[in-house]
Every structure is written in structure tokens, then in C-alpha cells.
């Protein structure tokens, strides 16, 4: 299982998103893909997230039992702490 949330993401990415994903909540999309399509969503959401953030958390063998990826403007970045992969906050930036 996988599930995607994405916010400020630009309306053709919600609409691809749409076509391979249930949303179930305005931004939250879930499916059940084998590794290769799930790159392959990643890829696009990578792609084409523009100015947004998302995030992807996935079924995996780990000791959590799953993995996540981060892309775009959000503070949180996933960093690996002895083996367990954890969510770091990077300081909020200036203005």
C-alpha cells in the first residue's frame, strides 16, 4: 500500500494523481502499486510539484514496516537515525 499527500500541488499533478490514486481526502491518495509504478508516481510527483510539497509513505521490510520520501518546500526531511528513519525540522527560513 501506498499513500501520497500533496498540498499547494498544481492541478495537472492532482489530476494525475487522480488517475492512478483513490483520493480519499482532498490532497491524500492511496493505491496498492509494485515498486516500479510507485517510482514511476514518485518521479511525476517530483517533476511536477512545482512550488507545493509532498510526501509518499509506503508499505516496505523494514523494522517500521514501511518507508517515506519527501519532496518540495516543506521543513520536514526525513533522516535516518540508527537503522530507523525519522522526520528532522529543518529551522524555518527568514524573511
Known amino acids: 500500500m501506498m499513500v501520497v499527500v500533496v498540498s499547494n500541488a498544481p492541478p495537472r499533478l492532482r489530476g494525475r494523481l487522480a488517475a492512478w490514486l483513490l483520493e480519499v481526502r482532498a490532497g491524500v ?4 502499486y509494485f ?8 518521479t511525476e510527483v ?3 510539484i512545482e512550488e507545493g510539497d509532498a510526501v509518499m ?3 516496505a521490510p523494514t523494522d517500521q514496516g514501511f518507508d517515506f520520501a ?8 526525513p ?7 525519522l522526520v528532522s525540522f529543518h529551522p524555518a527560513k527568514p524573511d
Open 46 to 48: 517530483v517533476t511536477c
Open 35 to 42: 515498486t516500479r509504478t510507485r517510482d514511476r508516481i514518485w
Open 57 to 59: 509513505a509506503w508499505t
Open 70 to 77: 519527501t519532496t518540495g518546500r516543506n521543513r520536514r526531511m
Open 29 to 32: 491518495y492511496v493505491g496498492d
Open 79 to 85: 533522516a535516518d537515525f540508527d537503522g530507523l528513519k
